[in-house]
């Protein structure tokens, strides 16, 4: 029989110091990883007012953003707008962000 699933995985542990040990790893990788999005967010900091960062992923140079976007205007009922995706890049030292879309493109899902 071949385990397709980490629940199949974890069902078919009989060791409570196997799932005590897979419990304490999963909880270390979770702590890298909001510190690794922690820290993506302070270098790439498109949480300017009135955008909410949804989803962050890198693709070499560029860094990609989902974001949720207030237009500005007073009263609009439909703000927060989106989510659209921004690319932000470093040029000459300074970060520049730019407008992607709803979708990221094709060669950037991977």
């Known amino acids: 029989m071949v385990i397709k ?3 199949d995985i974890v069902d078919r542990q009989k060791s409570i110091e196997k ?3 897979m419990r304490e790893y999963i909880e270390k990788r979770i702590q ?3 510190e690794q999005i922690e820290k993506e967010k302070e270098q ?4 300017k007012a ?3 960062v949804l989803k962050i992923r ?3 140079k560029i860094t990609y953003q989902l974001e949720k976007v207030n237009c500005g205007k007073p009263n609009c009922e439909k703000c927060p707008h989106g989510p ?13 962000s730019f407008y992607v879309g709803k979708e990221l493109p094709k060669d950037e899902t991977k």
């Open 5 to 7: 699933t980490f629940k």
């Open 19 to 21: 799932l005590e040990e």
């Open 32 to 34: 890298v990883l909001q």
């Open 44 to 47: 790439f900091p498109g949480s």
């Open 50 to 52: 009135g955008r909410e």
């Open 58 to 60: 890198p693709a070499g």
């Open 84 to 96: 659209y995706w921004y690319g932000y890049r470093r040029v000459n030292g300074k970060l520049v």
